[in-house]
């Protein structure tokens, strides 16, 4: 699949950077990664610190993929907010489930300290524009201060006056954060190699055999793969390779700016709207990053021929939230991603495929998934029991989707 196009402006920033050879001989290991975004660094990284043996592989040059197109900005939140996701899963487990994101990213900010990558925390505005939406706004500000989240409301005149930001009331979140998400994976990458990770690119996966004990792994290259376990980090191109109804594809867009005056970028934070569709945005040096205007996807021609309308729109919304900002769009682009019918990503097994491992971070906190997925795997492949594998398990979608069925009026679990 083709994952983006257009300009992303962590591509423009930094080229290919890291380069490795494609696979040439056959390779043991303990396991073997398909993917080398930023999620399958995270994972090269923890195992080889682990002293576990890993080789992976990807069909492209290292984060051509989704990585190239994230803009990183490092919430907690999920796409379904908390006060609605009480209502789908156990409201114990949806609490849990937000705890456990404030966690991914203080242990991403760790992981990016250890390898010498800048880490910047700022405060996150999770905000409405549009007044009929205040009173569920205020909801999802009441749950998570119910949960133990460290947030507050701000309302209309303090948006404006500190922020500049044209807006009915928002929530401020401490817990956030950004980070250049392709230097970071290269980084992660290059001190997993440096550990002793074999890792190669242009080399593609064209099919798999196991066993009781094995998967092995054929390569166009010609030489194999063969080892304990499998973890696709494949992102949003794994969904063809799943049960149906449990991923949903979207494309997104996004821009980043010229460079601001340094004296308008001086107060940080990361913006989420409250809306659909809905914009986002955040800082990356003295430029912005503007992003949002989400469609179902269907084609990646389809997706792309939209980049330069969607930009204008993206540039016209951020400018009525923002008048205060002068903005001038300098470079475009357009990813696919994931959904699922909770927010939650996907981390384990698919049911009777046990060798067969998956680390997916879909929707928009997909790099915090995928830093719970480095931790979560790294046990599972070590026999050591976390019992957070449950929240991100497919069988918990697999079997609501089966109870929705048999139960078609149960509303709660659908």
């Known amino acids: 699949m083709d994952l983006h196009s257009g300009s992303p402006y962590w591509l423009l920033l930094h080229g290919l950077k890291t380069v490795v050879p494609p ?55 999920l796409d379904v907010p908390l006060h609605k996701l009480r209502s789908r899963i156990d409201p114990g ?28 925390r700022v405060p996150s505005l999770y905000f409405t524009a549009d007044q009929r939406s205040l009173d569920d706004l ?56 440096h550990c002793g990770a074999h890792v190669h690119d242009r080399t593609r996966m064209t099919g798999l055999t196991t066993s009781a004990s094995t998967v092995v792994i054929a390569t166009d290259r010609g030489p194999s793969i063969t080892a304990s376990f499998v973890v696709y980090a494949t992102g949003y191109e794994s969904a ?25 970028a001086q107060a940080r934070f990361t913006m989420w709207e409250y809306a659909d569709p809905y914009l986002y945005a955040r800082w990356a040096g003295d430029r912005l990053l503007i992003g949002g205007e989400d469609e179902d996807f269907t084609t990646p021609a389809a997706r792309d021929r939209l980049i330069g309308l969607k930009a204008r729109s993206l540039t016209d919304r951020f400018r009525t939230l923002m008048p205060g900002l002068s903005i001038e769009p300098a470079f475009a682009w357009t990813g696919t991603f994931g959904t699922t019918p909770d927010g939650l990503g996907y981390i384990g ?39 957070d594998s449950a929240l991100f398990c497919f069988e918990r979608t697999l079997n609501r989707k089966a109870h929705t ?6 509303r709660v679990s659908s």
């Open 405 to 410: 069925a048999e139960n078609p009026s149960d």
């Open 240 to 264: 063809a390779s799943l049960p149906p109804g449990l991923v949903s594809l979207r494309s997104t867009y996004a821009l980043a700016t010229e460079p601001i005056e340094s004296s308008a």
């Open 93 to 120: 487990l949806a609490d849990h489930a937000f705890a456990l994101g404030v966690r991914a990213i203080t242990r991403l900010e760790e992981t990016a300290k250890s390898v010498s990558v800048p880490f910047e």
């Open 349 to 387: 097994a698919v049911p009777g495929r046990p060798r067969e491992l998956y680390a997916l971070g879909f929707g928009g906190n997909g790099i915090t998934c995928s830093a719970l997925a480095a931790d979560l795997l790294a046990d599972r492949i070590a026999g050591r029991e976390n019992k």
């Open 138 to 193: 205020a909801a999802e500000h009441d749950a998570r201060r119910s949960a133990g989240l460290d947030v507050r409301w701000v309302e209309r005149e303090e948006l404006w006056s500190r922020h500049g930001l044209v807006a009915a009331g928002a929530i401020e979140s401490a817990a956030s954060a950004q980070v250049d998400p392709y230097e970071l994976t290269h980084a992660l990458l290059a001190d997993a190699i």
């Open 23 to 77: 696979l040439t001989r056959d390779r043991t290991c303990d396991v073997a990664i398909i993917g080398s975004g930023i999620t399958g660094a995270l994972l090269a990284h923890r195992l080889a610190a682990d002293g576990v043996s890993v080789t992976l592989i990807d069909r492209r040059d290292l984060a051509q993929g989704s990585t190239a197109a994230s803009t990183a900005l490092l919430q907690y939140d």
